[in-house]
């Protein structure tokens, strides 16, 4: 009997240890995007909250997802096109290790910044759980726009450049 009671103890032990620490919140235009820091795949340091004043992209991706990847090439062209107006993407790899996303950045050579994500980063932005996904974010913090799923590359291009002209 005392031996069962410690196993069950030890699986409620495991199965605590492995429940996620914190219940997504839905986010939506308007909310203020929650803030994260890490160091980029490039090595170099990233800080959404260094980022205030510009308009930013936050792209959630994996390298196993075709639209994501089909994705990257426009994105590319957005950082080309707006970057000196103060636009930024930064993309958020979901992948199971930074191995294999600098794979994929070797293959699509990325001009912006991409960070390692994982269930706690997907999870203050509302539980990550279909990709793509993309935060467009206004100079002041707030989000601006949502995608999810496969949507045209194009889709936010106008959101952008509105964001941009509201900013100057």
Not at 27 to 37: C, I, N, R, T, V
Request: aromatic share 8%.
């Amino acid at each position: 009997m005392s031996r069962i009671l410690v196993a069950a103890f030890a699986l409620l032990l495991a199965l605590a240890a492995n429940a996620p620490a914190k219940t997504p919140i839905k986010l939506k235009p308007g909310d203020l995007a929650p803030q994260f820091a890490r160091g980029d795949l490039q090595g170099r340091p990233f800080d959404l909250k260094a980022q205030r004043g510009k308009i930013v992209l936050i792209d959630f991706w994996a390298s196993w997802c075709p639209p994501c990847i089909i994705a990257i090439p426009h994105l590319n062209q957005l950082q080309k096109k707006y970057g000196a107006r103060g636009f930024q993407v930064v993309g958020v790899s979901m992948d199971d290790s930074a191995n294999i996303t600098k794979e994929t950045m070797r293959e699509f050579r990325f001009n912006y910044p991409v960070v390692l994500g994982e269930a706690k980063l997907g999870n203050l932005y509302g539980g990550v759980l279909g990709l793509p996904q993309q935060f467009l974010i206004g100079a002041d913090g707030k989000i601006l726009a949502i995608r999810s799923g496969d949507f045209p590359p194009t889709a936010l291009d106008k959101e952008i450049a509105a964001a941009l002209s509201r900013r100057q």
